[in-house]
């Protein structure tokens, strides 16, 4: 059993920054990729950015240079740190971990809102 929780979503201004955080717990022996996800009302869930275990990250480009993914291995956890945001980044955002042959694994999600 694998379990996973994020923690740091919220109500933000333009402009503003906020951490989210996702850690994970239960039968774990090692973590290949590690991720985070976002899903707007009525649309897609999609990449916002991912790590693999060796550190080397991607972004989606609407948030390149804003949003930074890292993560600790020690402690199994997946950082985002999200600055400059903007109202398009309003949604829940969600972390995901891989765990090779036994599959991928989701969090509940948590909710970024970006309004003035």
């Known amino acids: 059993q694998v379990q996973l929780v994020e923690s740091g979503g919220g109500l933000v201004q333009p402009g503003g920054s906020l951490r989210l955080s996702c850690a994970a717990s239960?039968?774990?022996?090692?973590?290949?990729?590690m991720g985070w996800y976002r899903q707007a009302p009525g649309k897609q869930r999609e990449l916002v950015a991912a790590?693999?275990?060796?550190?080397?990250?991607n972004y989606a480009d609407s948030v390149k240079g804003r949003f930074t993914i890292s993560r600790d291995n020690a402690k199994n956890m997946v950082y985002l740190q999200m600055n400059s945001l903007k109202p398009e980044d309003t949604a829940v955002y969600y972390c995901?971990?891989?765990?090779?042959?036994?599959?991928?694994?989701w969090g509940q999600g948590t909710q970024v809102t970006v309004s003035s």
């Open positions: 995901k971990v891989a765990l090779g042959m036994r599959g991928n694994y």
């Open positions: 239960g039968s774990i022996f090692s973590i290949n990729d």
């Open positions: 790590i693999t275990s060796g550190g080397s990250t």
